[in-house]
């Protein structure tokens, strides 16, 4: 669950896909307060940690929001860690 208060300390790219579980309203003001590059997606029809444990994924809806929100952060991780440093993932693989 977001605090909207702790996005103000983030400068770093961040990526966050919230679900329905989440306040709307502090998704918005946590997106709000972030400097840094970022990715923000709410998938209003998932429970919270559906791309864990706890996603059906036998479910045709919670399987293709699986798959979209993994697609996000591939090329969000791409974008921001391989691009800007790929150095760093040499020294973390």
Same mark, same amino acid.
């Given at each position: 669950?977001? $605090? ?10 961040? !990526? #966050?896909?919230?679900?329905? $579980? ?12 972030? +400097? ?7 998938? !209003? ?9 706890? !996603?059906?994924?036998?479910?045709? #809806? ?6 979209? !929100?993994? @697609? ?6 791409? @974008?921001?860690?391989?691009? +800007? ?5 040499? #020294?973390?693989?």
């Amino acid at each position: 669950m977001l $605090d909207p208060a702790d996005a103000t300390d983030i400068s770093i790219p961040l !990526g #966050v896909l919230a679900s329905k $579980d989440e306040v709307a309203e502090d998704v918005k003001k946590f997106e709000q307060s972030l +400097e840094g590059p970022q990715i923000v997606k709410t998938f !209003g029809n998932q429970i919270h940690e559906f791309m864990a444990a706890r !996603g059906n994924l036998e479910d045709k #809806v919670v399987l293709e929001d699986y798959q979209q !929100g993994y @697609q996000t952060l591939l090329e969000f991780l791409a @974008q921001y860690l391989w691009m +800007e440093s790929p150095r760093l993932l040499t #020294v973390l693989f």
